[in-house]
């Protein structure tokens, strides 16, 4: 499962955008990965540790701003149609996991 971050927030005095770049820090430091401007995800093994990524997220929230979460299954995110321009590109493969028995 994927879940998505997305994000509006405010950056007009040296505050907000410190408190900008320490919510964008970590979301890249809990393995989130930019997809477009404000728009991260990161790959989840299941619903449980999608639940504890966004507590972490939700632990971090600036004070002012927009903040979205949004799970996905890995088979929609498959579906997901990417362009750069008019040419179609490959969709993000999901992370490989190491299987331990």
Same mark, same amino acid.
């Given at each position: 499962?994927? !879940? =998505?971050?997305?994000?509006? !927030?405010?950056?007009?005095?040296? /505050? +907000?955008?410190?408190?900008?770049?320490?919510?964008?820090?970590?979301?890249?430091?809990?393995? =989130? @990965?930019?997809?477009?401007? @404000?728009?991260? /995800?990161?790959?989840?093994?299941? +619903?449980? @540790?999608? !639940? /504890?990524h966004r507590r972490q997220v939700r632990s971090a929230i600036p004070p002012e701003g927009y903040v979205r979460l949004l799970s996905i299954t890995d088979r929609q995110f498959g579906k997901m149609e990417n362009f750069v321009g008019k040419k179609p590109v490959p969709a993000q493969k999901a992370p490989q996991q190491l299987s331990l028995f």
């Open positions: 499962m994927w !879940l =998505f971050a997305m994000f509006d !927030l405010p950056v007009g005095t040296k /505050a +907000e955008r410190k408190r900008y770049a320490k919510f964008r820090k970590m979301l890249v430091e809990d393995g =989130f @990965s930019m997809l477009q401007f @404000s728009v991260y /995800a990161r790959y989840c093994v299941d +619903e449980e @540790s999608a !639940l /504890a």
